[in-house]
Protein backbone atom coordinates (compact mmCIF):
# COMPACT_ATOMS: atom_id res chain seq x y z
CA UNK A 1 0.00 0.00 0.00
CA UNK A 2 2.95 2.21 1.43
CA UNK A 3 4.85 1.53 -2.35
CA UNK A 4 1.73 2.48 -4.27
CA UNK A 5 1.40 5.41 -2.94
CA UNK A 6 5.11 6.55 -2.95
CA UNK A 7 4.71 5.43 -6.76
CA UNK A 8 2.07 7.52 -7.40
CA UNK A 9 3.88 10.71 -5.66
CA UNK A 10 6.77 10.14 -7.44
CA UNK A 11 4.84 9.96 -10.53
CA UNK A 12 2.69 13.46 -9.95
CA UNK A 13 6.33 14.69 -9.49
CA UNK A 14 7.48 13.64 -12.88
CA UNK A 15 4.23 15.14 -14.27
CA UNK A 16 4.90 18.49 -12.70
CA UNK A 17 8.23 18.71 -13.40
CA UNK A 18 7.18 17.93 -17.25
CA UNK A 19 4.30 20.82 -16.75
CA UNK A 20 6.98 23.34 -15.33
CA UNK A 21 9.79 22.42 -18.71
CA UNK A 22 6.90 22.51 -20.91
CA UNK A 23 5.14 26.15 -19.35
CA UNK A 24 8.83 27.47 -19.48
CA UNK A 25 9.34 26.21 -23.12
CA UNK A 26 6.24 27.96 -24.03
CA UNK A 27 6.88 30.82 -21.98
CA UNK A 28 10.22 30.94 -23.89
CA UNK A 29 8.52 31.16 -27.42
CA UNK A 30 6.13 33.67 -26.49
CA UNK A 31 8.59 36.03 -25.69
CA UNK A 32 10.67 35.37 -29.18
CA UNK A 33 7.16 36.23 -30.80
CA UNK A 34 6.89 39.23 -29.35
CA UNK A 35 10.43 40.37 -30.21
CA UNK A 36 9.74 39.00 -33.75
CA UNK A 37 8.27 42.39 -36.00
CA UNK A 38 4.44 41.64 -36.48
CA UNK A 39 3.47 42.12 -40.36
CA UNK A 40 1.03 45.08 -41.01
CA UNK A 41 -2.31 44.96 -41.17
CA UNK A 42 -3.87 45.69 -44.50
CA UNK A 43 -6.03 48.80 -42.81
CA UNK A 44 -2.25 50.32 -41.91
CA UNK A 45 -0.81 49.39 -45.18
CA UNK A 46 -2.94 50.98 -47.60
CA UNK A 47 -2.92 54.88 -46.79
CA UNK A 48 0.42 54.71 -47.63
CA UNK A 49 0.40 52.57 -50.45
CA UNK A 50 -2.24 55.23 -52.16
CA UNK A 51 -0.08 58.38 -51.16
CA UNK A 52 3.08 56.93 -53.19
CA UNK A 53 0.12 55.98 -56.29
CA UNK A 54 -1.06 59.67 -55.91
CA UNK A 55 2.77 60.46 -56.35
CA UNK A 56 3.55 58.71 -58.81
CA UNK A 57 0.68 59.99 -60.99
CA UNK A 58 1.48 62.85 -60.82
CA UNK A 59 5.13 63.10 -61.69
CA UNK A 60 3.71 61.67 -64.76
CA UNK A 61 1.40 64.30 -65.29
CA UNK A 62 3.79 66.79 -64.69
CA UNK A 63 6.05 65.20 -66.78
CA UNK A 64 3.72 65.06 -70.16
CA UNK A 65 2.67 68.78 -69.37
CA UNK A 66 6.00 70.25 -69.13
CA UNK A 67 7.01 68.06 -72.89
CA UNK A 68 3.65 69.60 -73.84
CA UNK A 69 4.27 73.04 -73.04
CA UNK A 70 8.22 72.97 -74.29
CA UNK A 71 6.52 71.29 -77.41
CA UNK A 72 3.95 74.12 -78.21
CA UNK A 73 6.78 76.95 -77.47
CA UNK A 74 8.62 75.25 -79.95
CA UNK A 75 6.13 75.12 -82.32
CA UNK A 76 5.08 79.06 -81.77
CA UNK A 77 8.67 80.01 -82.23
CA UNK A 78 9.19 77.86 -85.61
CA UNK A 79 5.73 79.31 -86.78
CA UNK A 80 6.61 82.36 -85.75
CA UNK A 81 10.23 82.57 -87.70
CA UNK A 82 8.29 81.10 -90.76
CA UNK A 83 5.81 84.18 -90.74
CA UNK A 84 8.05 86.83 -90.26
CA UNK A 85 11.49 85.17 -91.81
CA UNK A 86 9.73 83.42 -94.71
CA UNK A 87 6.71 85.28 -95.20
CA UNK A 88 3.95 82.77 -94.83
CA UNK A 89 0.76 83.14 -96.01
CA UNK A 90 -3.01 81.49 -96.12
CA UNK A 91 -5.92 79.83 -94.22
CA UNK A 92 -4.24 78.02 -91.64
CA UNK A 93 -1.81 81.53 -91.07
CA UNK A 94 -4.56 83.20 -90.83
CA UNK A 95 -6.38 80.34 -88.40
CA UNK A 96 -3.21 80.22 -85.85
CA UNK A 97 -2.41 83.96 -86.23
CA UNK A 98 -5.96 85.02 -85.39
CA UNK A 99 -5.75 82.23 -82.25
CA UNK A 100 -1.89 83.31 -80.94
CA UNK A 101 -1.40 87.63 -81.08
CA UNK A 102 1.55 87.32 -83.09
CA UNK A 103 2.54 91.07 -83.69
CA UNK A 104 3.36 92.86 -86.38
CA UNK A 105 4.20 96.26 -84.78
CA UNK A 106 4.24 97.45 -81.15
CA UNK A 107 2.77 100.85 -80.94
CA UNK A 108 4.00 102.16 -77.06
CA UNK A 109 2.19 99.49 -75.80
CA UNK A 110 -0.24 98.35 -77.85
CA UNK A 111 0.47 95.66 -80.38
CA UNK A 112 -0.67 95.77 -83.81
CA UNK A 113 -1.87 91.86 -84.12
CA UNK A 114 -0.34 90.24 -87.36
CA UNK A 115 -3.92 88.65 -88.06
CA UNK A 116 -5.09 92.14 -88.69
CA UNK A 117 -2.04 92.83 -90.91
CA UNK A 118 -2.50 89.99 -92.83
CA UNK A 119 -6.63 90.86 -93.35
CA UNK A 120 -5.49 94.57 -94.36
CA UNK A 121 -3.13 93.01 -96.69
CA UNK A 122 -5.05 90.31 -98.64
CA UNK A 123 -7.72 93.48 -99.32
CA UNK A 124 -5.06 95.27 -100.76
CA UNK A 125 -3.55 92.23 -103.11
CA UNK A 126 -6.86 91.82 -104.04
CA UNK A 127 -7.63 95.20 -104.57
CA UNK A 128 -3.80 95.19 -106.89
CA UNK A 129 -5.29 91.77 -108.89
CA UNK A 130 -8.42 93.34 -110.28
CA UNK A 131 -7.59 94.93 -114.09
CA UNK A 132 -9.99 98.25 -113.16
CA UNK A 133 -7.86 99.15 -110.31
CA UNK A 134 -4.23 98.56 -112.21
CA UNK A 135 -3.79 102.71 -112.67
CA UNK A 136 -4.42 103.25 -109.09
CA UNK A 137 -2.44 100.31 -107.79
CA UNK A 138 0.28 100.87 -109.83
CA UNK A 139 3.71 100.25 -108.15
CA UNK A 140 1.86 98.96 -104.88
CA UNK A 141 3.54 95.57 -104.53
CA UNK A 142 5.72 93.43 -102.70
CA UNK A 143 7.37 95.32 -99.94
CA UNK A 144 5.62 98.82 -100.52
CA UNK A 145 2.33 97.32 -100.48
CA UNK A 146 3.42 95.55 -96.85
CA UNK A 147 4.63 99.63 -95.93
CA UNK A 148 1.43 100.91 -96.63
CA UNK A 149 -0.63 98.80 -94.35
CA UNK A 150 1.78 99.05 -92.00
CA UNK A 151 1.55 103.01 -92.13
CA UNK A 152 -1.98 102.89 -91.93
CA UNK A 153 -2.13 100.50 -88.96
CA UNK A 154 0.30 102.13 -87.01
CA UNK A 155 -2.15 105.38 -87.44
CA UNK A 156 -5.01 103.65 -86.50
CA UNK A 157 -3.02 102.20 -83.84
CA UNK A 158 -2.22 105.62 -82.75
CA UNK A 159 -5.43 107.65 -83.20
CA UNK A 160 -7.39 104.44 -80.90
CA UNK A 161 -5.14 105.24 -78.04
CA UNK A 162 -5.71 109.25 -78.28
CA UNK A 163 -9.75 108.82 -78.83
CA UNK A 164 -10.13 107.13 -75.60
CA UNK A 165 -7.98 109.96 -73.61
CA UNK A 166 -10.54 112.66 -75.50
CA UNK A 167 -13.17 110.26 -74.48
CA UNK A 168 -14.29 110.24 -78.41
CA UNK A 169 -16.88 107.58 -79.34
CA UNK A 170 -18.09 106.45 -82.47
CA UNK A 171 -22.12 105.36 -82.57
CA UNK A 172 -23.47 102.69 -84.57
CA UNK A 173 -26.16 105.53 -85.69
CA UNK A 174 -23.03 107.41 -86.97
CA UNK A 175 -21.80 105.00 -88.99
CA UNK A 176 -24.78 103.90 -90.66
CA UNK A 177 -25.36 108.36 -91.57
CA UNK A 178 -22.21 108.31 -92.56
CA UNK A 179 -22.90 104.93 -94.94
CA UNK A 180 -26.35 106.53 -95.83
CA UNK A 181 -24.35 109.98 -97.12
CA UNK A 182 -22.05 108.21 -99.15
CA UNK A 183 -24.48 105.54 -100.61
CA UNK A 184 -26.93 108.59 -101.50
CA UNK A 185 -23.61 110.34 -103.48
CA UNK A 186 -23.21 106.49 -105.61
CA UNK A 187 -24.76 106.66 -108.91
CA UNK A 188 -26.44 103.45 -108.38
CA UNK A 189 -27.22 103.79 -104.50
CA UNK A 190 -27.07 100.91 -102.50
CA UNK A 191 -26.48 98.21 -105.22
CA UNK A 192 -23.77 100.24 -106.90
CA UNK A 193 -21.81 100.76 -103.81
CA UNK A 194 -22.23 96.89 -103.10
CA UNK A 195 -20.69 95.73 -106.25
CA UNK A 196 -18.08 98.13 -105.89
CA UNK A 197 -16.83 97.04 -102.83
CA UNK A 198 -16.89 93.36 -103.35
CA UNK A 199 -15.19 93.89 -106.64
CA UNK A 200 -12.67 96.27 -105.47
CA UNK A 201 -11.71 94.82 -101.94
CA UNK A 202 -13.99 91.73 -101.57
CA UNK A 203 -15.45 93.00 -98.67
CA UNK A 204 -19.22 92.95 -97.99
CA UNK A 205 -20.85 96.36 -96.39
CA UNK A 206 -20.46 95.77 -92.74
CA UNK A 207 -16.69 94.96 -93.44
CA UNK A 208 -16.75 98.66 -94.96
CA UNK A 209 -17.87 99.86 -92.29
CA UNK A 210 -15.76 98.44 -89.32
CA UNK A 211 -12.54 98.85 -91.56
CA UNK A 212 -13.20 102.02 -93.36
CA UNK A 213 -16.14 103.96 -91.91
CA UNK A 214 -15.39 103.48 -88.37
CA UNK A 215 -11.34 104.37 -88.21
CA UNK A 216 -12.48 107.72 -90.63
CA UNK A 217 -15.16 109.04 -87.71
CA UNK A 218 -12.62 108.36 -85.04
CA UNK A 219 -9.69 110.41 -87.22
CA UNK A 220 -12.41 112.91 -88.46
CA UNK A 221 -13.67 113.40 -84.36
CA UNK A 222 -10.17 113.39 -83.49
CA UNK A 223 -9.19 115.99 -86.03
CA UNK A 224 -11.56 118.25 -84.70
CA UNK A 225 -10.17 118.05 -81.45
CA UNK A 226 -6.67 118.61 -81.93
CA UNK A 227 -7.84 121.90 -83.80
CA UNK A 228 -9.61 123.53 -80.92
CA UNK A 229 -7.20 122.35 -78.59
CA UNK A 230 -5.04 125.74 -77.93
CA UNK A 231 -1.95 123.72 -76.43
CA UNK A 232 -1.34 121.85 -79.40
CA UNK A 233 -2.19 124.97 -81.47
CA UNK A 234 -0.32 127.47 -79.50
CA UNK A 235 1.90 128.65 -82.22
CA UNK A 236 -0.92 129.13 -84.69
CA UNK A 237 -2.90 131.17 -82.08
CA UNK A 238 0.01 133.30 -81.30
CA UNK A 239 0.82 133.96 -85.30
CA UNK A 240 -3.25 134.71 -85.20
CA UNK A 241 -2.99 137.28 -82.33
CA UNK A 242 -0.20 139.04 -84.23
CA UNK A 243 -1.86 139.61 -87.69
CA UNK A 244 -5.29 140.60 -85.51
CA UNK A 245 -2.73 143.03 -83.95
CA UNK A 246 -1.58 144.66 -87.19
CA UNK A 247 -5.07 144.76 -88.67
CA UNK A 248 -5.86 146.72 -85.97
CA UNK A 249 -3.19 149.23 -86.80
CA UNK A 250 -3.78 150.08 -89.47
CA UNK A 251 -0.43 150.56 -91.02
CA UNK A 252 -1.76 147.85 -93.76
CA UNK A 253 -5.19 147.25 -94.83
CA UNK A 254 -7.28 143.71 -94.83
CA UNK A 255 -6.33 142.43 -98.45
CA UNK A 256 -2.85 143.04 -97.98
CA UNK A 257 -3.10 141.59 -94.48
CA UNK A 258 -4.52 138.34 -95.96
CA UNK A 259 -2.21 137.92 -98.92
CA UNK A 260 0.47 137.97 -96.78
CA UNK A 261 -0.63 136.30 -93.85
CA UNK A 262 -4.05 134.04 -94.34
CA UNK A 263 -3.09 129.72 -95.20
CA UNK A 264 -6.70 129.61 -96.31
CA UNK A 265 -7.54 129.48 -100.53
CA UNK A 266 -9.31 132.49 -100.62
CA UNK A 267 -5.85 134.27 -99.23
CA UNK A 268 -4.73 135.56 -102.91
CA UNK A 269 -8.01 137.07 -103.40
CA UNK A 270 -7.50 139.20 -100.44
CA UNK A 271 -9.27 136.86 -97.90
CA UNK A 272 -12.48 137.72 -99.97
CA UNK A 273 -15.23 134.71 -100.01
CA UNK A 274 -18.07 136.21 -101.56
CA UNK A 275 -21.34 136.24 -99.61
CA UNK A 276 -22.55 133.75 -97.11
CA UNK A 277 -26.34 132.64 -95.66
CA UNK A 278 -26.72 131.20 -92.25
CA UNK A 279 -26.05 127.48 -92.53
CA UNK A 280 -23.12 127.61 -95.28
CA UNK A 281 -20.17 127.62 -92.64
CA UNK A 282 -19.56 126.48 -88.78
CA UNK A 283 -21.71 127.43 -86.05
CA UNK A 284 -18.54 129.42 -84.70
CA UNK A 285 -17.66 131.47 -87.93
CA UNK A 286 -21.65 132.07 -88.34
CA UNK A 287 -21.95 133.41 -85.35
CA UNK A 288 -19.14 136.01 -84.78
CA UNK A 289 -19.58 137.13 -89.13
CA UNK A 290 -23.40 137.83 -88.85
CA UNK A 291 -22.49 139.63 -85.00
CA UNK A 292 -20.65 142.52 -87.02
CA UNK A 293 -21.14 145.61 -88.23
CA UNK A 294 -20.31 147.18 -91.79
CA UNK A 295 -16.41 147.04 -92.26
CA UNK A 296 -15.85 145.63 -88.67
CA UNK A 297 -13.55 143.12 -87.39
CA UNK A 298 -13.67 140.33 -85.64
CA UNK A 299 -11.79 139.34 -82.74
CA UNK A 300 -10.19 135.90 -82.95
CA UNK A 301 -12.59 133.27 -84.10
CA UNK A 302 -11.83 129.81 -83.50
CA UNK A 303 -12.96 127.07 -85.29
CA UNK A 304 -12.14 123.51 -86.47
CA UNK A 305 -10.25 124.92 -89.67
CA UNK A 306 -8.00 127.32 -87.10
CA UNK A 307 -7.86 130.75 -86.28
CA UNK A 308 -9.85 133.61 -88.45
CA UNK A 309 -9.90 136.85 -88.36
CA UNK A 310 -13.37 138.16 -89.98
CA UNK A 311 -14.15 141.93 -91.69
CA UNK A 312 -17.86 142.27 -92.67
CA UNK A 313 -17.77 144.06 -96.54
CA UNK A 314 -21.77 144.33 -96.32
CA UNK A 315 -24.94 143.12 -95.49
CA UNK A 316 -27.63 142.21 -98.24
CA UNK A 317 -31.11 141.18 -97.20
CA UNK A 318 -33.69 140.11 -99.77
CA UNK A 319 -36.77 140.67 -100.72
CA UNK A 320 -37.91 136.96 -98.48
CA UNK A 321 -36.28 138.41 -95.58
CA UNK A 322 -32.94 136.18 -95.92
CA UNK A 323 -30.24 138.02 -94.81
CA UNK A 324 -26.54 137.42 -96.58
CA UNK A 325 -23.47 138.73 -95.78
CA UNK A 326 -20.37 139.29 -97.72
CA UNK A 327 -17.05 138.47 -95.58
CA UNK A 328 -13.11 138.29 -95.98
CA UNK A 329 -10.96 136.30 -93.70
CA UNK A 330 -7.96 135.40 -92.88
CA UNK A 331 -6.87 132.00 -91.43
CA UNK A 332 -4.36 130.74 -89.47
CA UNK A 333 -5.02 126.78 -89.50
CA UNK A 334 -4.40 125.00 -86.64
CA UNK A 335 -2.67 121.54 -87.10
CA UNK A 336 -4.17 119.07 -89.13
CA UNK A 337 -4.32 115.08 -88.00
CA UNK A 338 -1.49 114.52 -90.41
CA UNK A 339 0.84 116.68 -88.77
CA UNK A 340 -0.05 116.18 -85.01
CA UNK A 341 0.61 112.40 -85.94
CA UNK A 342 3.93 112.94 -87.29
CA UNK A 343 4.72 114.96 -84.27
CA UNK A 344 3.55 112.71 -81.95
CA UNK A 345 4.33 109.29 -83.35
CA UNK A 346 7.94 110.82 -83.42
CA UNK A 347 8.16 110.70 -79.14
CA UNK A 348 6.50 106.76 -79.21
CA UNK A 349 8.37 104.02 -79.24
CA UNK A 350 7.57 102.04 -82.32
CA UNK A 351 8.92 98.43 -83.43
CA UNK A 352 8.37 97.03 -86.72
CA UNK A 353 8.46 92.81 -87.00
CA UNK A 354 7.58 93.19 -90.97
CA UNK A 355 10.32 91.27 -93.39
CA UNK A 356 11.68 93.98 -94.86
CA UNK A 357 10.13 96.95 -93.44
CA UNK A 358 11.92 99.24 -90.46
CA UNK A 359 10.50 102.35 -88.09
CA UNK A 360 12.14 105.62 -89.54
CA UNK A 361 11.75 107.80 -86.11
CA UNK A 362 12.62 110.96 -87.97
CA UNK A 363 9.81 111.04 -90.81
CA UNK A 364 7.19 108.99 -88.41
CA UNK A 365 6.88 106.33 -90.93
CA UNK A 366 7.44 102.88 -92.13
CA UNK A 367 9.88 102.44 -94.21
CA UNK A 368 11.67 99.97 -96.79
CA UNK A 369 15.13 98.84 -95.45
CA UNK A 370 16.59 100.52 -98.17
CA UNK A 371 14.91 103.99 -98.15
CA UNK A 372 15.53 107.05 -96.32
CA UNK A 373 13.01 109.49 -95.10
CA UNK A 374 13.74 111.70 -98.56
CA UNK A 375 12.64 108.65 -100.81
CA UNK A 376 8.81 108.37 -100.21
CA UNK A 377 5.77 110.12 -100.13
CA UNK A 378 4.12 111.20 -96.60
CA UNK A 379 0.63 108.80 -95.80
CA UNK A 380 -2.09 110.43 -95.09
CA UNK A 381 -4.57 109.35 -93.11
CA UNK A 382 -7.08 111.98 -93.86
CA UNK A 383 -6.93 111.73 -97.52
CA UNK A 384 -9.32 110.15 -100.18
CA UNK A 385 -10.17 107.13 -100.25
CA UNK A 386 -8.40 104.99 -101.97
CA UNK A 387 -6.05 101.43 -101.45
CA UNK A 388 -5.64 102.64 -97.68
CA UNK A 389 -9.32 102.28 -97.15
CA UNK A 390 -9.86 105.91 -96.35
CA UNK A 391 -13.20 107.63 -97.41
CA UNK A 392 -14.67 110.49 -98.82
CA UNK A 393 -17.11 112.47 -96.63
CA UNK A 394 -19.05 115.46 -96.99
CA UNK A 395 -18.39 116.15 -93.43
Keep these: MNQTIKKSESDLQKDTQQFKKEDHKNSNEE ?29 VILGILSVLVVVFILGII ?33 IIKYSDYLAELDSLNYYISQPQNAEAA ?19 SFVDKKAVEYKITVSNDEIQNEFDNIVSQA ?30 LYAFKLQQKIAMDDQINSEAKKKAEDVLALVKKGEEDFDSLA ?6 TSASSGGDIGFISKGDTVTEFENAAFALKKDEVSGIVKTEYGYHIIM ?14 HVKHILIKSKSIDQWL ?21 CSQVLLKSESCGDQNTNSINSNQDVNGNVNSSQ
Design 78 to 110: IFGVGIYKFHLQGKIVDKITSAIPYPAAIVGNK
Design 342 to 362: VEELAKTKIDVFIGGLKWEKK
Design 187 to 216: PGGLADLTNSLKESFNWDVNQFKERALKPY
Design 31 to 59: QAEKKLPQPESEADKTPKAKTSSKRRILT
Design 259 to 264: KKYSED
Design 312 to 325: LVDRIQSSDGTESL
Design 138 to 156: AGLTGDVAKKTIMNKLIQQ
